[in-house]
């Protein structure tokens, strides 16, 4: 039996690239990147004040950064310095820098995340196309600009924009690090993952397997190098992260604020307590949706768990457009790579991304605590990269017929999955969905059919004459653009258009969802508007006027960030939030907010505050208030004043 062989990459590596090589680069490649990169800013930057400050929970960290560089360092929620989002800080840095440049605004806030967003598609072209050639650079990038997820995080102000750009920079130093096994480039991919790690912790390092087993296998050099470059390596990412965990641990606690969602005020625990092995296991402080509930609550907390969470009601739409076809496409990548040389580049490039794809979406897939559908942008890049990759090396590879099968059930897988997908919100373009599975067949069929002969046509040089082979040659090259462009537009129109709808919808709150306004859930704790959080009556700000007119150090204290964030953004003023996201962290204690209380920092305690929807509160302090302090009601809200 016989066995089909991609063929070897036609552009050769960069370390052996030459100038006539570089001079001889495809007249249409930069203006077609100039053209990508402009599109792509042009769609996340697209009425991108619509959705104001986005999730209020980090927007007013990033506006206690501009008023305190200590609040800037530790990623305080409050300029006082309370407590700190449960988050480590790295994102907000981005942020709150921008917002002191620019003054604190919804652009200032979102314009960087959008910026991050261009250049992760960006480095990504860069990254595949060094050993696959620049068409296959430009689809990966299009890939990741158009997934619906990418759309939604590149123009929203969580941490995810900045972890996913770092996770691509990774994937960028690692191949740059396998073409000569260079520790160099290696460490520096160990300081992007680094700061990825300070940017959503754990989350950070799943692409560490594929990184690591790429070099291991890859890299041209003997294996004892190999593994002394990976423990160097090694040793560079914990100094990446962990320079910040040891300023956090040697910080006087007692002058820095306390650790959100810490147990022990340490980000230590934090890394792997609620945001490491709670996120896995779930327990105290996580839930996920695979723990039961239902309706809207279980779809915002990513469904049941499986192998299918990824294509179902809560991640389906966000992550899983071409997942199919980079599912088939590493499989058979894997399976055509397998005799060639250990330093092949196209398939150390497929262990890389597949095994980003493999190790998250399997993590993804099993948690037990919390995980949002947006948590799935961290999937995008190797999703896009493994399907340019894999169509690019299978489309060179058309003259063989398994080639041309794989080819086609890529198509086809993709053109059947948009149908399904698009099928749950049937009110949105009901024609689309069939349009796209029919082209989509009539693609894969010509493309399993046809594509040979436009392959062989393309080779009729040597044929009967000069002035046949020509026109046979032309006649080829034009079947084969005409298959590539119906595969291309075939697979990327129900991504695409879910894309362009989820550009078009403002998103705010702390679990945004992408595609049009009929089919998201909103967002769960959405932006506050003229005060209604705190009293369905309080359209004139009442409360707002209040705070702004205090001198305090903090304007008032409440029960959870999300109430205090949205008051903070409302007044422009600190505000504790009591028992930080969902009100049960010890900070403050009943005895630190007496203390500020009788020292004359807090003006009011706003009661009736929420957290991110777990509940809790320190009722210690909610008790002493109400019982030392005279209520009143302002602006629906039940107020008291704490000073004389």
Known sequence: MTTTTLPSPARPAAAHRTRSEAAARPVWQRPALAALLLLTGVLYLWRLGDSGYANSFYAAAVQAGTQSWKALLFGSLDAGNVITVDKPP??????????????????????????????????????????????????????????????????????????????????????????????????????????????????????????????????????????????????????????????????????????????????????????????????????????????????????ATGLTRLFGDSMGTEISWLLPAALIGLAAGLWFTRRAPRTDTTRAALIVWGGWMLVTGVVFSYMSGTIHPYYTVALAPSIAA????????????????AARLVLAAMVFATAAWSFTLLSRDTSWTPWLRWALLLAGGAAAVAIAALGGAASALGSARGAASAVGGARGAGLGKRLAVVLALAAVLTGFGGTTAWALATANQPHSGSIPTSGPASSGMGGFGGARTGGGMFGEGDSSGELDTLLKSTTTTWAAATT??????????????????????????????????????????????VAGGRGGGLGGGNSDIATWVAANYTAQTVGGSTVYKLTS
Request: hydrophobic share 55%; aromatic share 8%; with cysteine.
């Open 90 to 303: 790295a994102a907000l840095w981005v942020m709150g820098l921008s917002g002191r440049i620019f003054g604190f605004n919804s652009w200032s806030l979102l314009a960087p995340q959008a910026l991050e967003g261009v250049a992760a598609v960006a480095l990504l072209y860069a990254t595949v196309k060094r050993h696959l050639g620049a068409a296959a650079g430009l689809l990966a990038g299009a890939a990741l600009a158009l997934t619906p997820v990418a759309v939604l995080m590149f123009r929203f102000d969580n941490p995810d924009a900045l972890l996913t750009l770092l996770l691509v920079a990774g994937a960028y130093c690692t191949t740059r690090a396998v073409e000569k096994a260079a520790p160099g480039w290696l460490a520096l991919a160990a300081t992007a993952l680094g700061f990825a790690f300070l940017t959503k912790m754990l989350q950070g390092l799943l692409v560490l397997p594929g990184f690591a087993l790429a070099y291991l296998i890859a890299a041209p050099t003997t294996l004892g190098r190999r593994l002394l470059h990976l423990l160097t390596a090694g040793a560079t990412l914990v100094v990446a992260a962990g320079w910040f965990v040891a300023l956090v641990a040697l910080w006087p606690a007692s002058s820095r604020p306390y650790i959100g969602g810490s147990t022990n005020d340490s980000l230590l625990e934090l890394a792997l307590g609620y945001n490491g092995l709670g996120r896995i296991l779930g327990g105290d402080g996580n839930r996920g949706g695979g723990g039961g509930g239902g309706g809207m609550q279980n779809v915002g907390f990513g469904g």
């Open 386 to 401: 493994l399907v340019a990759i894999a169509g690019r090396e299978l489309w060179r590879a058309r003259a063989a017929l």
């Open 560 to 605: 959870g960030d999300q109430t205090a964030a949205e008051l903070e953004l409302a007044t422009g003023k600190p505000v504790i939030a009591i028992g930080g996201w969902d009100g049960s962290d010890p900070a403050p204690t009943l005895a630190e907010f007496r203390a500020m209380v009788a020292k004359g920092q807090v003006a009011y305690y």
